[in-house]
């Protein structure tokens, strides 16, 4: 009958928790959390700060071990940081002494040993990001949002499955940051990469996702999903915007009005 049968989603996130120690007291920050991801899917992960969006982003990753639950990658269970996933900060974490092609390169010098096969590789993907010509360029001669580019380049020349990004373009002003949401939606849709973000600013969550989860505090949860039913690109002016952008308003504001001064409106 033609029918596609149900593919295994790429992440499948299962009643994770997470709690501290503090003061002797154990402090829980995220309770029961379930939800999958497909391959080639934008996630937003939206809320307040405080409510644990960092902390799920860096058990997705591996980086840190959920206190319950699992977390799967292509049906494994992730259990510390692999290639497969890579992590974006808003910092950028770039190397001041190495230029733009050598930071490129960095994450490739263990698996490809030949130099000029390397150099390609990251030329392509400084390409890519739009920073042909700036190659020998040191990070203290880019802009903000040139440096993030040369960490979205580093994340791709990698190829990983899956790239996290936790308030990538937080630090940047608006023009940056509208330039480098489009890059990204340009970049997304030539190499399909499957990528989740965890933002505060609700614009930036609807102009880029499939999805939307928002987060409640105190422990964190989601508290409901969003299907963004938009074709790409966006146009943030218009009223089907608008209306995605009320809906998300409402979750926050009928709940926890004074919650509001915390967001990039």
């Known amino acids: 009958d033609g029918m596609v049968p149900d593919r295994q989603p790429m992440i499948q996130i299962h009643q994770v928790s997470k709690s501290f120690k503090k003061n002797k007291q154990d402090v829980q920050v995220l309770d029961n959390i379930s939800f999958t991801v497909q391959k080639g899917e934008i996630i937003s992960i939206l809320g307040e700060s405080g409510c644990g969006k960092s902390t799920l982003l860096n058990i997705i990753g591996g980086f840190e071990q959920a206190s319950g639950g699992e977390v799967l990658l292509d049906g494994i269970k992730v259990n510390g940081p692999s290639r497969k996933c890579i992590m974006l900060f808003q910092n950028y974490g770039l190397l001041p002494w190495r230029t733009v092609l050598k930071n490129v390169e960095l994450g490739l010098e263990k698996s490809i ?29 880019l802009s903000g949002g040139m440096q993030q580019s040369v960490g979205i380049a580093r994340a791709l020349a990698l190829q990983p499955e899956l790239i996290l990004m936790d308030e990538p373009f937080a630090a940047l002003d608006t023009f940056n940051r509208y330039y480098l949401q489009n890059e990204l939606l340009r970049i997304q849709e030539q190499e399909k990469t499957t990528m989740i973000l965890v933002t505060h600013d609700i614009d930036e969550a609807i102009y880029l996702s499939d999805r939307i989860f928002i987060m409640h505090p105190n422990p964190g949860r989601i508290h409901k999903e969003i299907k963004i039913h938009l074709t790409k690109p966006r146009d943030r002016s218009n009223g089907d915007f608008q209306y995605y952008r009320n809906i998300v308003f409402k979750e926050f504001h009928f709940s926890r009005p004074e919650t509001l001064i915390e967001f990039n409106i």
Do not use: S, T
């Open 113 to 141: 040993k030949d130099k000029k096969e390397r150099k390609e590789k990251a030329l392509h993907y400084i390409q890519l990001v739009g920073l042909q010509g700036k190659e020998n360029m040191f990070p203290h001669e």
